[in-house]
C-alpha cells in the first residue's frame, strides 16, 4: 500500500496501507459470538488512523469490535511519532514493541481486499487485491489497547512484481489456530501456507481517503 513519499492526502505510510471491508458483521456472523459497536457498512478506503472492525478472541468467545489502525509504541513517551501501522513478521519476536504483543494480544482484521502501489518510473499506480477464490480476506495482526496494526511478510512470487511486501492471510478454517496462544505465534505464521492472491490496477482516485465507494475497485484498463 502507500510507501513512504506516496502524494496523498494523508501522511505516507509505508504498506500495508488500505484496504477495503464490505458488511464487516455479515461475514462474521458465525465466526464470533457477540459484535461490539460495529456498523455492517462498506468501507473501501479503509486507511490508518480510522477506527475499524478486528475479530479478538476471549476465554469463553470471539467477539467483533472496532480498533484504531495504527499503534503508538510506549517508548515514544508523548513524542510527535506516526503510528505504526504494519509489523515485518521477520523481525516480530524480536523487537521489543511487537513480541509481547505477538505472544499474548493476537487480532485478525476482516476485510475484503486491499490496496498496493506498482511503481514504474515517477509513475505509482494503485492496484486492487483479493484471494483468488474471492473468500473474505483475514489479516493477522496485533493489538494493544485500543489499536492494533497488520502483521507483513515477504511478496509471494506473483505478488512481488508490484510491492516486496505483502499482508499476511489467515484462512477462515485457521482462525483458532492463530488465536491458541499455546502455540508460538511468530513460528506459525513463518510456516503458514498463505492462500493465492490477485490483483487488478485501479483508479488513483484511492490516493484520496475521503473517496469511499465501489468504483474505488473496479478494473481500469491502462
Same mark, same amino acid.
Given at each position: 500500500?502507500?510507501?513512504?513519499?506516496?502524494?496523498?492526502?494523508?501522511?505516507?505510510?509505508?504498506?500495508?496501507?488500505?484496504?477495503?471491508?464490505?458488511?464487516?458483521?455479515?461475514?462474521?456472523?458465525? %465466526?464470533?459470538?457477540?459484535?461490539?459497536?460495529?456498523?455492517?457498512?462498506?468501507?473501501?478506503?479503509?486507511?490508518?488512523?480510522?477506527?475499524?472492525? !478486528?475479530?479478538?478472541?476471549? +476465554?469463553?468467545?470471539?467477539?467483533?469490535?472496532?480498533?484504531?489502525?495504527?499503534?503508538?509504541?510506549?517508548?515514544?513517551?508523548?513524542?510527535?511519532?506516526?503510528?505504526?501501522?504494519?509489523?515485518?513478521?521477520?523481525? %516480530?519476536?524480536?523487537?521489543?514493541?511487537?513480541?509481547?504483543?505477538?505472544?499474548?494480544? =493476537?487480532?485478525?482484521?476482516?476485510?475484503?481486499?486491499?490496496?498496493?502501489?506498482?511503481?514504474?518510473?515517477?509513475?505509482?499506480?494503485?492496484?486492487?487485491?483479493?484471494?483468488? *477464490?474471492?473468500?473474505?480476506?483475514?489479516?493477522?495482526?496485533?493489538?494493544?489497547?485500543?489499536?492494533?496494526?497488520?502483521?507483513?511478510?515477504?511478496?509471494?512470487?506473483? !505478488?512481488? *512484481?508490484?510491492?516486496? =511486501?505483502?499482508?499476511? $492471510?489467515?484462512?477462515?478454517?485457521?482462525?483458532?489456530?492463530?488465536?491458541?496462544?499455546?502455540?508460538?505465534?511468530?513460528?506459525?505464521?513463518?510456516?503458514?501456507?498463505?492462500?493465492?492472491?490477485?490483483?487488478? +490496477?485501479?483508479?488513483? *482516485? $484511492?490516493?484520496? +481517503?475521503?473517496?469511499?465507494?465501489?468504483?474505488?475497485?473496479?478494473?481500469?484498463?491502462?
Amino acid at each position: 500500500m502507500l510507501k513512504v513519499g506516496e502524494k496523498s492526502s494523508l501522511k505516507p505510510f509505508v504498506m500495508c496501507g488500505r484496504y477495503v471491508i464490505n458488511k464487516p458483521v455479515t461475514k462474521t456472523r458465525d %465466526l464470533v459470538k457477540s459484535v461490539n459497536v460495529v456498523n455492517d457498512v462498506a468501507n473501501y478506503n479503509a486507511h490508518p488512523t480510522q477506527k475499524l472492525p !478486528v475479530i479478538k478472541s476471549y +476465554p469463553n468467545a470471539k467477539t467483533l469490535e472496532v480498533l484504531q489502525w495504527g499503534l503508538t509504541p510506549s517508548w515514544t513517551q508523548e513524542r510527535e511519532i506516526r503510528p505504526l501501522i504494519n509489523a515485518r513478521l521477520e523481525t %516480530l519476536g524480536e523487537k521489543m514493541t511487537f513480541k509481547n504483543l505477538i505472544k499474548n494480544y =493476537r487480532c485478525l482484521v476482516i476485510a475484503d481486499g486491499y490496496y498496493e502501489w506498482k511503481r514504474k518510473e515517477n509513475v505509482k499506480t494503485p492496484h486492487y487485491f483479493t484471494r483468488e *477464490d474471492n473468500r473474505p480476506v483475514f489479516f493477522a495482526g496485533i493489538y494493544k489497547d485500543h489499536q492494533f496494526l497488520i502483521i507483513t511478510k515477504e511478496a509471494s512470487s506473483n !505478488v512481488v *512484481d508490484i510491492h516486496q =511486501r505483502q499482508p499476511v $492471510v489467515i484462512n477462515e478454517e485457521d482462525l483458532d489456530e492463530y488465536f491458541n496462544l499455546k502455540i508460538e505465534g511468530t513460528n506459525f505464521l513463518r510456516s503458514y501456507q498463505a492462500p493465492k492472491l490477485k490483483f487488478h +490496477p485501479v483508479s488513483r *482516485d $484511492v490516493n484520496k +481517503p475521503t473517496n469511499n465507494s465501489k468504483h474505488l475497485i473496479e478494473a481500469i484498463i491502462n
